[in-house]
T-cell receptor, first 114, second 116 residues
């Protein structure tokens, strides 16, 4: 069955520090992978996506993610975190057949300290 | 940039009442979805809709739920008799088509449903 695991429920980093949010997926074929960000009370904003090709993908707001098939991972990174990055981050997988639904991980809440 | 819109932003209802949540997907998109997020939990798939019929639904989407595309622009989710546990944020999403590079779902801002 398809699933997404985000091992960290919450992470706290200092402003200006680097960030890595972990994501592991389980899917039988080549998945489509996404990272979404959700600020409190807001909707879901797409940060970046991976469909194929270069395994390092760049997204908005200075985020990037690397697809590693051997580890079934799609970790999100940012070299220098800003206070405005504090939010909930969701990793998601989308199958490339059928109804094309998206399956979300449980999310990682990012706290940024001054 | 085109976006998915949802109305209302917040709906409060009494248990047992019917509610209709409305969404206007991005025009020329062909696939439509509803997801929900109970407070503090992850986003869960409810249903996908294509070519005027349900293409997939989750176990959450029982007989109390229905979806409809009543005209060329709206996509609605109806809950016939709301329960307390239906309180959640409901997100609508749309996708342009089946091609591999159109597999991004664009999400609306959500409707927060509160059942009292």
């Amino acid at each position: 069955a398809q699933s997404v695991t985000q091992p960290d429920i919450h992470i706290t980093v200092s402003e200006g520090a680097s960030l890595e949010l972990r994501c592991n997926y389980s899917y039988g074929a080549t998945p489509y992978l996404f990272w979404y960000v959700q600020s409190p009370g807001q909707g879901l904003q797409l940060l970046l996506k991976y469909f194929s090709g270069d395994t390092l993908v760049q997204g908005i707001k200075g985020f990037e993610a690397e697809f590693k098939r051997s580890q079934s991972s799609f970790n999100l990174r940012k070299p220098s975190v800003h206070w405005s990055d504090a939010a909930e981050y969701f990793c998601a997988v989308g199958p490339n057949t059928g109804g094309f639904k998206t399956i979300f991980g449980a999310g990682t809440r990012l706290f940024v300290k001054a | 940039e085109p976006e998915v819109t949802q109305t209302p932003s917040h709906q409060v209802t009494q248990m047992g009442q019917e509610v209709i949540l409305r969404c206007v997907p991005i025009s020329n998109h062909l696939y439509f979805y509803w997801y929900r997020q109970i407070l503090g939990q992850k986003v869960e798939f409810l249903v996908s809709f294509y070519n005027n019929e349900i293409s997939e639904k989750s176990e959450i989407f029982d007989d109390q739920f229905s979806v409809e595309r009543p005209d060329g622009s709206n996509f609605t989710l109806k809950i016939r008799s709301t329960k307390l546990e239906d309180s959640a944020m409901y997100f609508c999403a749309s996708r342009s088509g089946p091609g591999r590079y159109s597999d991004t779902q664009y999400f609306g801002p959500g409707t927060r449903l509160t059942v009292l």
